[in-house]
């Protein structure tokens, strides 16, 4: 068996009243790269706070290469080697794409100086970003602040990249480009779980398919069995056709 590097076990999460993540078992392995997919609402962001630590769960355990991190803070786990890239690239506002990446090596994977700087400049050259370092973070367009959402996330010298959503409003070509970045960031090695609404990129990409609905983990396997499964047409692939 591969050795899991995060996984959530009987992860629960309640808002008041609301179950949005129920009683989970979720393993990632070194290397790996998991999509997960399901309806709005059903849990997948909850599951992915969860395992990087910006939500507590209510019950259950999260472990970081076997280490209970349950307890942890994001920024801890972060220096771990658990990053998270948003779905709405955050850049920080008046600084260069360079100085962002930085940022990330500095906070997150804690080098300093050149260190700092030679990580970063190798991260915008893994995501095919080195010719705009110079430029304004908040000039980019949405593929390069996507670029470069990954890149900050990089630059932290994850052993796994939880990415959410981020090739929401991308057009076809982008998203193609967004996806060879992803391939050889992972061929590279890193584990990445991916939320995506979009199937058709996931699939370019992951190895494993997990289907989520009402805060439960309804399939998980092969992407081509997943996408074949009764309970994920009937719970998500069917009412996005419908
Ligand atoms: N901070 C919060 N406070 C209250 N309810 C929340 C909070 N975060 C999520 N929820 C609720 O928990 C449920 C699961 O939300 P979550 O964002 O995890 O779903 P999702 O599968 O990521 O959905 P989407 O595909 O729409 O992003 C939803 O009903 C949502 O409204």
Redesign the pocket.
């Known amino acids: 068996m591969p050795e899991p590097v995060l996984e959530a076990a009987g992860a629960s999460r309640r808002?008041?009243e609301?179950t949005?993540?129920s009683e989970v078992d979720f393993t990632v392995s070194a290397g790996e790269a998991v999509g997960v997919v399901?309806?709005?609402?059903?849990?997948?962001?909850?599951?992915l706070?969860v395992l990087a630590g910006t939500l507590r769960p209510n019950d259950g355990r999260v472990r970081f290469r076997g280490e209970d991190v349950t307890r942890l803070r994001a920024d801890r786990r972060c220096r771990k080697g658990i990053a998270r890239a948003y779905q709405i690239p955050r850049p920080f506002g008046g600084m260069t794409v360079l100085e962002n990446v930085i940022v990330g090596a500095t906070h997150g994977a804690g080098l300093r100086g050149q260190g700092a700087y030679q990580r970063a400049i190798e991260v915008l050259e893994q995501c095919a970003l080195a010719e705009l370092a110079n430029r304004r973070a908040e000039s980019l367009g949405l593929l390069h602040r996507k670029r470069m959402e990954l890149a900050r996330a990089l630059a932290t010298g994850p052993a796994v990249l939880l990415l959410d959503?981020i090739g929401g409003g991308l057009t076809d070509a982008e998203a193609d480009e967004l996806v060879a970045t992803i391939r050889q960031l992972h061929a590279g090695g890193v584990a990445i779980v991916w939320?995506e609404?979009i199937v058709h990129v996931l699939v370019q990409v992951v190895d494993r398919l997990v289907c989520?609905n009402a805060?439960r983990i309804i399939a998980d396997g092969p992407p081509e069995d997943v996408l074949k499964d009764a309970s994920v047409i009937d719970a998500y692939l069917g009412r996005r056709a419908a």
Not at 38 to 47: E, Q
């Open positions: 808002f008041g609301l949005a993540l399901g309806p709005n609402g059903a849990g997948k962001t909850t599951l706070s959503e939320i609404h989520m805060g």
